[in-house]
């Protein structure tokens, strides 16, 4: 049978080994949720972050608006 000191170590050893699977366990965790995210926000970024004045306009293709034939044509040049 064991003593109290063995049975004192085999506790410690199991809580330290089960403490040691919890923190490897968030650190690949947040390093998973770290890079999930990063994948996101670079979709994110590589969208055009200009801001069309013509957003959400049902008369887009017929308008005559200055700003809005300047931004077409601009928008023509850089493709």
């Known amino acids: 049978m064991k003593n109290d000191y063995e ?29 999930w995210r990063n994948i996101f926000s670079a979709e994110e970024t590589r969208s055009c972050t200009i801001e069309s004045p013509c957003k959400n306009c049902p008369e887009y293709r017929g308008c005559k608006d200055p700003k809005a034939l300047e931004f077409k044509q601009e928008k023509a040049f850089r493709k």
Do not use: D, P, Q
């Open 7 to 35: 049975r004192n170590e085999s506790r410690r050893g199991f809580l330290k080994g089960g403490l040691r699977a919890l923190l490897l366990g968030v650190i690949v965790f947040v390093s998973g949720f770290l890079g």
